[in-house]
């Protein structure tokens, strides 16, 4: 629903297909809206203003996952000097006094 709110202005009054990797979201949208539970009608109604088909699509088939789920694309490895350089980036980045980074290092 927040995708959909997000970008309106495309999505309103087209027909869209949104792919999805939970199956059971599918079934609840199939669901008849008065089947439903209270919380769910809700949601149901919101997007009832869409003209969406939501599939079913297994997560590694996903090309485009998001990037909060996936660190990279599938079928992609990061090479040891990405890896290595990734861990020191990553450590400039904590927000940790000096002193306790350096005990860090130490250990």
Excluded at 9 to 24: F, I, M, N
Excluded at 52 to 64: D, I, P, S, T, W
Excluded at 67 to 86: F, G, I
Excluded at 97 to 104: C, F, G, K, V, Y
């Amino acid at each position: 629903m927040f995708g959909l709110k997000k970008v309106h202005q495309y999505t309103y009054g087209r027909p869209l297909t949104v792919q999805s990797d939970h199956k059971r979201l599918e079934v609840i949208i199939k669901r008849p809206l008065h089947r439903a539970p209270k919380r769910l009608q809700r949601l149901l109604l919101r997007v009832l203003v869409y003209d969406v088909n939501l599939a079913y699509r297994c997560g590694k088939q996903m090309e485009l996952a998001d990037t909060l789920s996936r660190t990279c694309l599938p079928n992609m490895e990061p090479s040891p000097l990405q890896t290595e350089v990734d861990a020191i980036n990553m450590a400039q980045g904590l927000p940790v006094a000096s002193a306790r980074l350096e005990d860090i290092r130490k250990h």
